[in-house]
């Protein structure tokens, strides 16, 4: 299992930015696929992000293509979220997650069996 805490959500105006951060502890970090997820209320948790163990492969929804940017620091044990041109429907508590032991490019919830407590990401009109 891996250990994961993320950080720097906030209240932000469309059009700003913001940086989450994932924290991770455990021994098999640097060998997990990780990924970003979010879920607004009443909503389904939805896959965002997702970045392979050495950071060669990542892919995106569609939603936040072009605006989104996962990279992920191996030797801090830490994958990050650049979020650029925020808008009204990127607000939800955004959540980090590893993938099970092999796991390749994923966008399914299933997927992962390690989450992070989530951080309120809310992005004003």
């Known amino acids: 299992q891996v250990q994961l805490v993320e950080s720097g959500g906030g209240l932000v105006q469309a059009g700003g930015s913001l940086r989450l951060s994932c924290a991770a502890s455990?021994?098999?970090?640097?060998?997990?696929?990780m990924g970003w997820f979010r879920q607004a209320p009443g909503n389904e948790r939805e896959f965002v992000a997702t970045?392979?163990?050495?950071?060669?492969?990542?892919y995106y929804a569609d939603s936040v293509k072009g605006r989104f940017t996962i990279s992920r620091d191996n030797a801090k044990n830490t994958v990050n979220l650049q979020m650029n041109r925020l808008k009204p429907e990127d607000t939800g508590v955004y959540y980090c997650?590893?993938?099970?032991?092999?796991?390749?490019?994923?966008?399914?919830?299933?997927?992962?069996?390690?989450w992070g407590q989530g951080t309120q990401v809310t992005v004003s009109s």
């Open positions: 970045i392979t163990w050495s950071g060669g492969r990542t």
């Open positions: 455990g021994r098999t970090f640097s060998s997990r696929t």
């Open positions: 997650a590893a993938g099970r032991q092999g796991l390749g490019v994923s966008t399914r919830v299933h997927d992962y069996d390690s």
